[in-house]
T-cell receptor, first 114, second 110 residues
Framework: NAGVTQTPKFRILKIGQSMTLQCAQD?????MYWYRQDPGMGLKLIYY???????DKGEVPNGYNVSRSTTEDFPLRLELAAPSQTSVYFC?????????????FGQGTRLTVV | TQLLEQSPQFLSIQEGENLTVYCNSS?????LQWYRQEPGEGPVLLVT?????EVKKLKRLTFQFGDARKDSSLHITAAQPGDTGLYLC??????????FGTGTRLKVLA
């Protein structure tokens, strides 16, 4: 029962460095999402995908890029890391993107940019 | 963009007390979900409400969807330390995207 798996769990980056946050799901879900959660706050949508080869921007896409070459994987790329990107990042998926469909979340990646 | 406001922002209560948290929108919800997030974990779905006026119960948790579908509430009876966490409401606004509220952070003291 892997569900949604995110790696790494923790990472410290220096300003200007780049990294890729990995997300994989084994539920054959078409819809996948990347959110960030700042301390004490809710979730803000960065990017989402409705299927392999299709991605779209969310509320806060600046400084990030995504790709979706397979149904299973949805990596999030940070280029030129900035302190404002210090946050906890969550990947989620669901099976049909319908109004009452449950979103399944990974355990998150805690990123600190110093 | 639809805004979801949750209140209160923080709540600290003693074990055994009752509490209610709220989720309000400036627009009509298509449907609404409640999630609970424990420290170090991702959110987990508690319930989905779809119909205005709908009431759903999950053990000691009672969820209500407003008649006009612009608000929802979560009532916990006899809170326990295991109820501690961040409670988030979420709505899809008719698209494929989940829009989350600001959250209510609950701490139940033993």
């Amino acid at each position: 029962n892997a569900g949604v798996t995110q790696t790494p769990k923790f990472r410290i980056l220096k300003i200007g460095q780049s990294m890729t946050l990995q997300c994989a799901q084994d539920m054959n879900h078409n819809y996948m999402y990347w959110y960030r959660q700042d301390p004490g706050m809710g979730l803000k949508l960065i990017y989402y995908s409705v299927g392999a080869g299709i991605t779209d921007k969310g509320e806060v896409p600046n400084g990030y890029n995504v790709s979706r070459s397979t149904t299973e994987d949805f990596p999030l790329r940070l280029e030129l890391a900035a302190p404002s990107q210090t946050s906890v990042y969550f990947c989620a998926s669901n099976d049909r993107g319908a109004l009452d469909s449950e979103a399944f979340f990974g355990q998150g990646t805690r990123l600190t940019v110093v | 963009t639809q805004l979801l406001e949750q209140s209160p922002q923080f709540l600290s209560i003693q074990e055994g007390e009752n509490l209610t948290v709220y989720c309000n929108s400036s627009s009509v919800f298509s449907s609404l979900q409640w999630y609970r997030q424990e420290p170090g974990e991702g959110p987990v779905l508690l319930v989905t409400v779809v119909t205005g006026g709908e009431v759903k119960k999950l053990k000691r948790l009672t969820f209500q969807f407003g008649d006009a579908r612009k608000d929802s509430s979560l009532h916990i009876t006899a809170a326990q330390p295991g109820d501690t966490g961040l409670y988030l409401c979420a709505e899809t606004s008719g698209t494929y995207k989940y829009i989350f509220g600001t959250g209510t952070r609950l701490k139940v003291l033993a």
